[in-house]
């Protein structure tokens, strides 16, 4: 008995022809997959892409009838006392290796072309996507990191960057996000140009969020690395 894969689970895909571009995006703690397909129409790319938005395993209430979707639990209790001190850069995602391992399946099952596949996420989703992108940097042309964090900076830093080094990294934050603060955005950029990285920064007035300013750069940005 065969059982389905974490990445298809109440995922939304949006698959056109094998010999478009690919773009994978996470979503955030407490959204799921339907809040971030819109994205396949608002993001204006020349560019044809296949869209893939996984939805995570974890479910989260965040109200008397609102269940959200999560990568993996968080403290949210010290993520608010911290505030715009807070460092998510030493924590270990709890269940992180089975999503490492999901996803490599998923991958395999997929077969998509890796020069044409960009992988990304929003918040916690895009901490998921840099864990992923680190674990299996052959299979992916550029990285996109929307309102995240650097995390588990150890493993990151204890992986070949054969593979990484020249690649592109589309990474963009809010001057006044209140939710992760754009400190750890700032870092996370610094990690990834000394890791060999290449990355594009747009950091914006506003909070946290994906502004149409930040799509139709993102746009851009996927016309570039997967053209």
Known sequence: MSTMNLFDKDAVEIFEDDKFANVILFHGYGADAQ????????????????????????????GAHWIGKA???I??????EAGSTLDTSVEIPKGIEKLRSEFQ??????????KRTLIAGFSQGGMLAQDLFFTFPQNFSALG????NLINKAYLKAQPTDHLKGKSVFLSHGHSDPVLPIAGSKALDTFLNETGLKTKT??????H???????????????????
């Open 209 to 227: 969020e994906i502004p149409q300013g930040v799509l139709t750069q993102l746009g851009q940005f996927i016309d570039q690395v997967l053209d």
């Open 145 to 148: 990191l929307l309102s995240t």
């Open 35 to 62: 809040d971030l397909a819109p994205l396949s129409r608002a993001i204006p790319t020349k560019v044809k892409c296949n869209w893939f938005f996984p939805q995570g395993p974890l479910s989260i209430p965040l």
């Open 75 to 80: 403290p949210i209790d010290r993520y608010q």
């Open 105 to 114: 399946k998923w991958l395999t099952m997929k077969d998509l072309n890796p």
């Open 71 to 73: 990568w993996w639990p």
């Open 202 to 207: 747009h950091f914006f007035s506003g909070g």
